[in-house]
Each structure stands twice: as C-alpha cells, then as structure tokens.
C-alpha cells in the first residue's frame, strides 16, 4: 500500500521513525514533509499535499492512505479535510483508529505526537491500515451524504 505522511516540528522525529517502520511492513512511504527541523513551520502545506496525494492515488485506483500528525493532530486534521475527497479521522485510540475506517473509510488518519508514545501512535496507525470499510448501507449512504455536500452544498439526508 502506498501511505502519504505529513507533519510539522513536533513530528519530524515520530516522522522518521514512522517512515521506517512502515517501509519494514512493505509499504511504499511518500513523504510530504518537512524534511527538516523549523520550530516555526506551517503543517497546512504539508498536511494539505499529503491529502491529495491520497485522493490522486484513490481515484487512480491505486491502494493508498495517508498519515498527517503534529503536536495534537487537530490542526492536521483539519488541512487535510479541506482537501475534496479527503476523509481524515483524529484517532486517539484503537477503537477510534478501526471505527474510522469501517465506519466511516476514513482515508486518512491524524495522530497527536505529543499525545502518545511512538508504540501506541504506531499501533494505532496500522490497525488504521489493517481495517476495512465495512461497506454496510447505512455507512455507505452517510458518506454519500457527505460526499453530496462536498460536491455541490446540498444536503439531501435520507429518511429515516
């Protein structure tokens, strides 16, 4: 699978630790950057690339995720959502890791570096990649519901 990263300073290190890891399990790892230390950089930019490059690779039919993270992950988080076609989910958690995806096919997930050890932050991320979108109805007509929004602004909620 092909996994896009971004981060900002307070990641560089979990960046480079995560690359490798990743790389051992098989993945192909693109890096969006930064590729060094600027305690003052701007994370939309690299976390904004990362999401696209999702996106590009998904709607080439290529298997592809992407992992954007920071000191919280909110921040991060939300460049990447302003991306068309970009689901990132902030997981904090293993549960919240596998609901983004079967729940929600989450394409991206965003981790708070400075919330978590490495080892938790790296097991929450590849049981992201691990999961499936469950595919069940009720999850596929939310995310059309969403995808509408995204597309032309109208809501267009299902009766229920």
């Known amino acids: ?22 790389a051992h399990q098989g993945h192909e790892v693109i890096d969006h950057g930064p ?28 298997d592809a995720l992407g992992v954007v993270f920071g000191g919280s992950g909110n921040g991060e988080q939300i460049s990447a959502n302003k991306v068309h076609g970009a689901r990132a989910a902030l997981v904090w958690n293993m549960s919240t890791a596998e609901l983004a995806r079967q729940h929600n096919d989450a394409n991206i997930v ?20 691990a999961t499936p979108f469950s595919g069940e109805e009720r999850h ?3 995310i059309a519901q969403i995808a ?13």
């Open 140 to 142: 596929v007509r939310r």
């Open 35 to 62: 590729t060094a230390y600027d305690p003052v950089d701007d994370y939309p930019a690299f976390c904004i690339r990362a999401a696209q490059g999702v996106v590009r690779d998904q709607n080439a039919e290529v």
């Open 110 to 129: 965003a981790i708070g570096a400075r919330q978590h050890t490495f080892d938790e932050a790296a097991a929450f991320i590849d049981r992201f990649i």
């Open 1 to 22: 699978m092909r996994i896009h990263i971004a981060t900002d300073h307070a990641g560089l290190e979990f960046s480079t630790r995560l690359q490798a890891h990743l």
């Open 148 to 160: 509408a929004f995204e597309a032309d602004g109208s809501l267009k909620p299902e009766a229920r």
